[in-house]
Structures are given as structure tokens and as C-alpha cells.
């Protein structure tokens, strides 16, 4: 459930024709929905009520900081694997308590920053890993709490570039090295075990991955107590997927449904990091029509969005809806939607049947919210869109569109030349 939707056939973010946004700050512009931000905090801090739990927002799904804000007012924590996902966390006002971090190549400076500012634990991915954040607590004269990620073999069932819980991935400490590194762990001076942690891929339609994976999880967990191990969180990932064309994911209601049972008498605390189903739907990106290039053998719709500002068609296949936000009684076309960068891997859509476009018009990519701002760059020189946020009448920019004196910010020509 998202507020995106046609009224009269005019596209509007919540009550803000979609059109007036365009006008405002141009195209190609970025548009999230304050209320189904909200509504999606919301959705995943009752499917847990009653239970103890944090849910902390993986802020590489999107790190504006606005947005940032608004969960960290809402009450949320997150789930960060680098430097500066912590820095972003933290000015947003996130309490460092909330805070995990996870990722295969922390580096030195990382680990001392978040030990610095006492985050909840780091979700550790090596053995190495582990010797390193040992080393630099010791530095600091502190303990450093850690959960180990554990990789459970489980198959999430979802695109092989997004799933992360099989042998083969990089991430995690495979299962049957767990109690054994555990007991290394433990033993250390500057290392103290506070939780477990597992994340098996992204865009999870089905909710067995999750219970078969816990499952696992659940029976070292048992194990780890029985050797005087104690065991304060158990972090279950992120994962859940959402709608794009036709999936149906399940709802947090479902997850909670299925996997609270489970944890009764556990004693522990939940930690849960949701991103996409969190932001996905709850933004879009706004692009304009350029040209309608008939090729010899099909049809190119340009547009002034590209593979920069949204790259998951590019390198996942991904599906994004795409709507004309002005509705006409023109006929369909078939056409590659595609963007202006060098590249035939540049496009948004391949053979998408769409209402005919005339030059100038707008149209609206659905559900960019997640992996889309936060993986553009500036492939070809093109200044990164512009991000505005949008609250039921209200509207603001939350990030500014970027210029071309930006692209050059930080550059310098030596002496030499
Ligand atoms: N926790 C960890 C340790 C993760 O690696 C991820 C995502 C999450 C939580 C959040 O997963 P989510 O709830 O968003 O599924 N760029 C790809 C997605 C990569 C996901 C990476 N890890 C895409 O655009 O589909």
C-alpha cells in the first residue's frame, strides 16, 4: 500500500499533483510519500509488538538524510556497512544503540568509529574480521560487542546477484564453523558475544526462506547456551520483498505471524533490517519524455532519466512500473524505455507496452524508492537528480539537483601539468 495514486487521471504523491513537483524542481526528480514511510516504520513496529525488538532500517536502501529523520523520529534504528552509512545514521539522530553494522571489509578506521560511538554490535563476517575488531578494541581499551553473521545455506529463492545466504556467497561464517568459531570468540579479551545475525538475499517473496533459515539458526542458538554461551539478540536480516509488477511478498504481519511463535521463551531481542519494503514503495521517479525514435527494428522511447539515476533495470533485469502521470486516450505502443547514456545496457524497460508519449510529457517510474537514489552516480558527467519529499499538502526538496561545478568538486590539476 503506497500514496501514489490518479486522481482524474492525474498522478499524485499523497495530495500534491505529481505534475506541480515536476514544475517546481524538474525532471529527472526522485518523490517520496511522507505517509507510507510511515505507514511502513509503523506496519513493521506492530507486526513485533509485545515482543522485545529493533528495527533497524538498512540504510543502504536509502540514505537521504530526510528520510533518515523522519525513521529516527519514528523510533527506528539501522543497519549499516560502512563509515559513512554510520555518519549518516548518527547525524540523523539515530541513537548509537540502535545501530548494527554488518558488511565483509570493515576497515581499521570503521571499527574504531563505531566502537567509538558504542554501537549495538557488529554483525562480524570472517574470522579475520573478528581478529581485527579484537585488535582495535584492545587499542581503545574497550570490548567491542559482536554477533556473528552466519550463513545458513539457505536458498532465498530471488535474483543470484541479490541473494546472500547460500555457500558459495561471500557473506557470513558457514554454519557448520559456527560453534568452533563461537568458542574462539568468546575467549577473546576484547570481544564480547552479544547475538547472532543472519541475512539471506533481498526481495524474498516467500516467507519459508525466513522460517527455514530462523529454524537453523534457532537449533545453534540452543547449542551456543548449552556451552554457557549467552546470546542477548538475534538479528534475522532484512529481505522482504515487495510488489513491482505482480508478486505478492508477504506482509510484516505474516513475517511476525510466523516466526514469533518460534521465539517464545527465547529470551531474547529481535533485530529485524528491512529496507526495501520499507522505501521501495514509497517513491518514484519522475522522468521526462525526450524523443520517440523509430529504430529499424523497434521503437526507443527516450527519456531524461538513465541507468545513473535508476541502474537496477541495467544490472538486475529488474521490472519497474512505469505510468504516464498525465493520462491519455492515445493509443499503446511497444517500446524500450531508455535513457541517454552511452551504453545499450542503458534502459528502463525493454519491450514495455505503454500509452503513446508525446515529447515533453512526463512519466513516472513506480517503486524506486529502494537501491535507486542510493545507487546512482554520475556516469556520463550527469548531475544526480533531485529527491523531494512530500507530506499529505506539503512539499520539499530533500536533496537539491546537483550541478555541473559538483561534478568537478574535489577534482584538481597538479603542478605538473
Ligand atoms: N541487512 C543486510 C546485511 C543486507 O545486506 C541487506 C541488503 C539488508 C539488510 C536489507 O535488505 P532488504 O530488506 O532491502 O531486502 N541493490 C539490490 C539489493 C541489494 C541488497 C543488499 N543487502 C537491489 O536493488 O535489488
Redesign the pocket.
Not at 536480516?237 to 520483498?241: A, H, L, R, S, Y
Not at 533490517?273 to 519494503?277: A, F, K, L, Q, Y
Given at each position: 500500500m503506497n500514496h501514489f495514486h490518479f486522481i482524474k487521471g492525474r498522478l499524485y504523491a499523497e495530495e500534491v499533483a505529481v505534475t506541480t513537483i515536476a514544475e517546481t524542481f524538474g525532471t529527472p526528480v526522485y518523490i517520496y510519500s511522507h505517509a507510507t514511510l510511515t505507514r511502513h516504520i509503523k506496519a513493521y513496529e506492530r507486526a513485533f509488538t509485545g515482543f522485545p525488538h529493533v528495527i533497524c532500517f538498512?540504510v543502504?536502501?536509502n540514505s537521504n538524510a530526510a528520510i533518515l529523520k523522519l525513521f529516527s523520529s519514528l523510533g527506528a534504528g539501522a543497519?549499516v556497512?560502512s563509515g559513512g552509512e554510520l555518519f549518516r545514521a548518527l547525524k540523523a539522530g539515530i541513537k548509537a544503540d540502535r545501530i548494527v553494522y554488518?558488511g565483509v571489509g570493515k576497515t581499521s578506521e570503521e571499527i574504531a568509529l563505531a566502537i567509538k560511538h558504542r554501537i549495538l554490535m557488529f554483525?562480524v563476517e570472517s574470522m579475520e574480521e573478528l581478529q581485527e575488531i579484537d585488535r582495535v578494541a584492545a587499542g581503545m581499551k574497550t570490548k567491542a560487542p559482536i554477533a556473528l553473521r552466519i550463513n545458513p545455506d539457505i536458498d532465498p529463492q530471488t535474483?543470484p546477484?541479490?541473494s546472500?545466504g547460500l555457500k558459495k556467497h561471500k557473506f557470513g561464517i558457514p554454519i557448520e564453523k559456527a560453534i568452533e568459531c563461537y568458542r574462539i570468540a568468546s575467549a577473546m579479551k576484547n570481544i564480547k558475544v552479544v547475538g547472532i545475525h543472519k541475512?539471506i538475499?533481498?526481495?524474498?517473496t516467500k516467507i519459508s526462506p525466513f522460517v527455514d533459515s530462523l529454524k537453523r539458526i534457532l537449533a545453534l542458538l540452543r547449542e551456543l547456551r548449552s556451552l554457557g554461551i549467552d546470546i542477548k539478540y538475534l538479528d534475522i536480516?532484512?529481505?522482504?520483498?515487495i510488489t513491482y509488477n505482480d508478486e505478492r511478498p508477504p506482509h510484516p504481519s505474516e513475517l511476525g505471524k510466523n516466526i514469533l511463535p518460534l521465539l517464545k521463551n527465547s529470551g531474547i531481542t529481535l533485530v529485524i533490517?528491512?529496507?526495501?519494503?520499507i522505501v521501495g514503495n514509497a517513491g518514484i521517479l519522475v522522468t521526462k519524455a525526450l524523443y520517440l525514435k523509430q529504430g529499424s527494428d523497434k521503437k526507443f522511447l527516450i527519456v531524461d532519466a538513465a541507468m545513473n539515476d535508476l541502474i537496477?533495470p541495467s544490472i538486475?533485469g529488474?521490472y519497474h512500473r512505469i505510468e504516464p502521470v498525465v493520462k491519455t486516450k492515445r493509443g499503446k505502443i511497444l517500446s524500450d524505455i531508455v535513457g541517454p547514456i552511452c551504453e545499450s545496457g542503458d534502459f528502463l524497460a525493454k519491450d514495455r507496452e505503454i500509452t503513446q508519449v508525446k515529447q515533453g510529457e512526463l512519466l513516472a517510474i513506480m517503486s524506486a524508492g529502494?537501491?535507486g537514489f542510493s545507487?546512482a552516480s554520475n556516469y556520463n558527467s550527469r548531475p544526480k537528480p533531485a529527491e523531494v519529499m512530500v507530506k499529505g499538502k506539503d512539499f520539499a526538496l530533500i536533496r537539491k539537483r546537483e550541478t555541473y561545478l559538483d561534478l568537478i568538486r574535489g577534482e584538481s590539476i597538479p603542478d605538473f601539468l
Open positions: 538498512a543502504k536502501a543497519d556497512v554488518a554483525n535474483h546477484y541479490i546472500t541475512h538475499g533481498s526481495q524474498l536480516g532484512g529481505g522482504v520483498g533490517e528491512p529496507g526495501r519494503s537496477r538486475y529488474a529502494a537501491y545507487m
